[in-house]
């Protein structure tokens, strides 16, 4: 209704301008629609490449990581590189996801950040495969709330994941792989 009340006192302006014996004026409201949670990176693709050498470092009983000397790497459309450590000396390593996703909220109340896995947190290589079940954000929880730093004026909420790798199964050399293997979510709380 306002919009045509507008409409309609435009019209009466333009038709009385013409004579010049009478001026008007119009207001313009103007709103201004911000998201209340921005995501500003995510990688959407890991590669890591681990040697023989890190391998045997990882499984066999040094204390070494299997980011200690590079032999791991976080690769990804941004570039950045991320290592792994050894939670244990058998076939179990934990793959440690530094930064993964950064966000900003534009809510006082804070957001809550939430990491779930895929049905089948397997990574196939044929018949062989990697069990990657146990997916969990870097506090060792699925669920956190941020209720701190958020805000225009606040430095970026970086979200970091722990993937924990049981090679037990993987008994094949070669590139094991999952689709969407564990998913990200931001919202305002």
Known sequence: MTKFIKSV??????????????????????DVELPSIIVLSC???????????????????????LGATSTSTLVSDLGADASATVTGFDSSVDLNLNNVCAFRALVSSGARV????????????????????????ASGATTEDVTSGL?????????????????????????????DLFTITVTAI
């Open 151 to 179: 805000g225009l004026g606040a430095a970026a909420t970086p979200i970091s994941v722990v993937v924990p790798l049981d090679l037990s199964d993987a008994t094949e050399p070669g590139t094991y792989t999952k689709a």
């Open 114 to 137: 939430t990491v779930a896995e895929a049905s089948d947190p397997r990574l196939l290589n044929g018949t062989a495969f990697i069990d990657a079940s146990g997916v969990t954000l």
């Open 9 to 30: 006192a435009a019209a009466a302006v333009l038709a009385t301008s013409a004579t010049g014996a009478h001026a008007a004026s119009l207001s313009t409201d103007i």
């Open 43 to 65: 990688f959407d693709s890991v590669n890591v490449n681990v040697s023989a050498s890190g391998l045997e470092a990882a499984l066999g009983g040094a204390a070494v990581g």
